[in-house]
């Protein structure tokens, strides 16, 4: 259980162009989904939170004009990447988070993320 | 500001030795503390999760443990399977958000 697909998982594209990633919860449904981004040999670093139906809250630093975030289901989340350059290339992964109407869990079930290369 | 050191950053093992990394951190309002383990090219396995200090818990090789400040994931006899970089993350109270350590790069040579 608990299994999040991310598509495309390898993208190769041109300078200026837009990039949509997208990410599915598979067998669960997911109030809120998470996009980071991991470059060579560093840790995840988180570019923006996603509530189903709701605007996408940003981390400092990052660009909402050009990191467009969509979660128009519980189950799908989308991350467009606006006029690419070489310095957006990097590793994109998204996490959902279990729907909890309990005690709180807060496990962040991770894709298998998607490595863009903008050339 | 909130952080997390994990420690050592590397560390070889031979198959059947068995070790302990650490993890630091200080974050306020502590939800509760993730693992994760990380394969190349791969996204975060959950591996985790504890929610207050003292709580262990345990998976084939693996065991993690919680204290106020500190996180351990000890690994017993480990094989070269588990070779992996391991990813601690406490949840910031309040926000919910994972805050990553580095990770250790963990090598078990056969």
Same mark, same amino acid.
């Given at each position: 259980?608990?299994?999040?697909? !991310?598509? %495309?998982?390898?993208v190769?594209?041109?300078?200026? &162009? $837009?990039?949509?990633?997208?990410?599915?919860?598979?067998?669960?449904?997911?109030?809120?989904?998470?996009?980071?981004? !991991?470059? %060579?040999?560093?840790s995840?670093?988180?570019?923006? &939170? $996603?509530?189903?139906?709701?605007k996408?809250?940003?981390?400092?630093?990052v660009e909402?004009?050009?990191?467009?975030?969509?979660?128009?289901?519980?189950?799908?989340?989308?991350?467009?990447v606006?006029?690419?350059?070489?310095?957006?290339?990097?590793?994109y992964?998204?996490?959902a988070?279990?729907?909890?109407?309990?005690?709180?869990?807060?496990?962040q079930?991770?894709?298998?993320?998607?490595?863009?290369?903008?050339? | 500001?909130?952080?997390?050191?994990q420690?050592?950053?590397?560390?070889?093992?031979?198959?059947?030795?068995?070790?302990?990394l650490?993890?630091?951190?200080?974050v306020?309002?502590?939800r509760?503390?993730?693992?994760?383990?990380?394969?190349?090219?791969?996204g975060?396995?959950?591996?985790?999760?504890?929610?207050?200090?003292?709580?262990?818990?345990?998976?084939?090789?693996?065991?993690?443990?919680?204290?106020?400040?500190?996180?351990?994931?000890?690994?017993?006899?480990?094989k070269?399977?588990?070779?992996?970089?391991y990813?601690?993350?406490?949840?910031?109270?309040?926000?919910?958000?994972?805050?990553?350590?580095?990770g250790?790069?963990?090598?078990?040579?056969?």
């Amino acid at each position: 259980g608990a299994v999040v697909s !991310q598509h %495309p998982s390898r993208v190769i594209c041109k300078s200026g &162009t $837009s990039v949509k990633i997208e990410c599915r919860s598979l067998d669960f449904q997911a109030t809120t989904m998470f996009w980071y981004r !991991q470059f %060579p040999k560093q840790s995840l670093m988180l570019m923006a &939170t $996603s509530n189903e139906g709701s605007k996408a809250t940003y981390e400092q630093g990052v660009e909402k004009d050009k990191f467009l975030i969509n979660h128009a289901s519980l189950t799908l989340s989308t991350l467009t990447v606006t006029s690419a350059h070489p310095e957006d290339s990097s590793f994109y992964i998204c996490s959902a988070r279990y729907l909890n109407r309990g005690k709180y869990q807060g496990t962040q079930y991770f894709g298998p993320g998607t490595r863009l290369l903008v050339l | 500001e909130d952080q997390v050191t994990q420690s050592p950053e590397a560390l070889r093992l031979q198959e059947g030795e068995s070790s302990s990394l650490n993890c630091s951190y200080t974050v306020s309002g502590l939800r509760g503390l993730f693992w994760y383990r990380q394969d190349p090219g791969k996204g975060p396995e959950f591996l985790f999760t504890l929610y207050s200090a003292g709580e262990e818990k345990e998976k084939e090789r693996l065991k993690a443990t919680l204290t106020k400040k500190e996180s351990f994931l000890h690994i017993t006899a480990p094989k070269p399977e588990d070779s992996a970089t391991y990813l601690c993350a406490p949840s910031q109270g309040g926000s919910e958000k994972l805050v990553f350590g580095k990770g250790t790069k963990l090598t078990v040579n056969p």
